[in-house]
């Protein structure tokens, strides 16, 4: 092979890291990495880290989640709630303010300005002012929620253990908003889109792409936790 070798340099909590097991990854606009690991959140500028903890206002130090949304704010996904990061300050968000006891597995964001928590398996939302939690009214599933996912089209997929596929399409303009369903009877344990586009699902069967079939009971493959897009619309699954 006549591709350069890449070359790997690991870090760790002698090199200032606060916990060695990480969590999620993500860069802002100053070419910092944030990294979010089951000790508190770390910031690397390419020479050493600065850590974040309790002490410093995170509701927890086992994070599970990163996510920035369009002004450059972090929201933070910890086992006892939420940490939202601007990032001259931090406040930390739980039931005192509306939100549903335990830990937070899941963030996305639509264009409409709503950022999305999976909270103790169910779904809430900050629009910019306040905390709301998304009824059965609305649409919501019942059942313990699993992932959340942006398609191209800008509708957030709502994947749960059991039930429906719900989406929220923001493009509807509503004040408040609403859930359809998107496939019917489709346990899903995470969401993700691959390199060309296409959502996969995966569940306790198997995989598949969002609007084909269930596999049938004698193609199954068993359950399957996870999926990563590799280039060129390739998949790996776990």
Do not use: C
Request: no cysteine; net charge negative; charged share 20%.
């Amino acid at each position: 092979d006549s591709r350069p070798q890449p070359h790997f340099t690991s870090y760790t909590t002698g090199d200032g890291l606060a916990n060695n097991s990480v969590t999620a990854i993500t860069e802002d606009a100053a070419d910092h990495l944030w990294l979010a690991t089951r000790g508190g959140l770390s910031r690397f500028d390419g020479k050493s880290f600065v850590n974040f903890t309790v002490a410093d206002g995170l509701a927890d130090e086992d994070l599970a989640d990163l996510h920035q949304d369009a002004d450059h704010n972090f929201w933070i996904a910890t086992s006892k709630g939420v940490s939202g990061f601007d990032p001259q300050s931090l406040a930390t968000y739980g039931p005192a303010d509306g939100l549903d006891e335990g830990a937070v597995t899941d963030i996305a964001a639509t264009a409409d300005g709503n950022t999305w928590f999976i909270m103790g398996g169910k779904l809430s939302r900050f629009d910019g002012t306040g905390w709301f939690k998304v009824t059965a009214e609305q649409g919501g599933s019942p059942y313990s929620l699993t992932s959340l996912l942006v398609d191209p089209n800008g509708t957030l997929l709502v994947g749960a253990v059991a039930g429906d596929l719900i989406a929220y399409n923001p493009a509807a303009g509503s004040s408040q908003p609403r859930f359809n369903t998107a496939a019917a009877g489709t346990a899903t344990y995470s969401l993700t889109r691959s390199t060309v586009g296409d959502i996969w699902l995966t569940e306790d069967r198997g995989v598949r792409r969002l609007g084909e079939a269930a596999p049938p009971p004698w193609g199954a493959i068993g359950t399957i936790d996870m999926a990563t897009a590799g280039p060129d619309g390739v998949m790996w699954f776990g």
